[in-house]
């Protein structure tokens, strides 16, 4: 079974609808991140979250919200989607550590693939 | 403020040849340097990392890469590449002080390997 699954893997949707990316770990990591993936521009972040009470905002978190129900699962949601955030989400943890330890590696879900008609 | 360029948008070699894909990045402090790898229809897997110490850093599938501070690189190499190897690669940073920040990616750049 994967570390970090997410769900649903692909998805294609209309303009205006609600859509909800979830995404829940087994790695035991503290920290949790969304990125975006588009063609020529890598990854970009979303949001991410160090514990169940800390979200931050990414590069990009416009027309994005996040809820960390609980340590292992950390959604993404579009309250009124548009065509131009069709894309590939990618969730992600981390381990949070001290020092050397604290690196900030990421290890990665197998991906969303979001259709916005 | 962190960033990361990957100059080629693709790379293409021979089967047998070395490669390398470029990786130059900015920040404030010490680095933290990954590379990631992308195929088709995947998730990115990890490669290999620097953090501190030896300025050459083997990782995964015969995959290194170079350290060089004075002009913040960190190259990815292979002496000879395979077919297999033709993917999507990723380069990403943090800075070693900015513990409350995430990783950075580049744009990516594709490996195209033929036979």
């Known amino acids: 079974d994967a570390d970090v699954t997410q769900t649903p893997r692909n998805r294609i949707t209309k303009t205006g609808k609600r859509i909800m990316l979830e995404c829940s770990q087994t790695?035991?990591?503290?920290?949790m991140y969304w990125y975006r993936q588009d063609p020529g521009l890598g990854l970009r972040l979303i949001y991410y979250?160090?514990?169940?009470?800390?979200?931050n905002k990414g590069e990009i978190s416009d027309g994005y919200s996040v809820s960390r129900q609980a340590q292992a699962k950390f959604s993404l949601s579009l309250e009124s989607a548009i065509p131009n955030q069709t894309a590939l989400y990618f969730c992600?943890?981390?381990?949070?550590?001290?020092?050397?330890?604290?690196?900030?590696?990421?290890?990665f879900g197998e991906g969303s693939r979001l259709t916005v008609l | 403020a962190q960033s990361v360029a990957q100059p080629e948008d693709q790379v293409n070699v021979a089967e047998g040849n070395p490669l390398t894909v470029k990786c130059t990045y900015s920040v404030s402090g010490n680095p933290y340097l990954f590379w990631y790898v992308q195929y088709p229809n995947r998730g990115l897997q990890f490669l290999l990392k620097y953090i501190t110490g030896d300025n050459l850093v083997k990782g995964s599938y015969g995959f290194e890469a170079e350290f060089n501070k004075s002009q913040t690189s960190f190259h990815l190499k292979k002496p000879s590449a395979l077919v297999s190897d033709s993917a999507l690669y990723f380069c990403?940073?943090?800075?070693?002080?900015?513990?409350?920040?995430?990783?950075?990616f580049g744009k990516g750049t594709t490996l195209s390997v033929s036979s």
């Open positions: 992600a943890t981390s381990v949070r550590g001290t020092g050397s330890v604290n690196t900030g590696e990421l290890f």
């Open positions: 990403a940073v943090r800075d070693a002080a900015e513990a409350g920040t995430a990783l950075i």
């Open positions: 979250s160090f514990d169940v009470k800390d979200i």
């Open positions: 790695k035991g990591h503290d920290r």
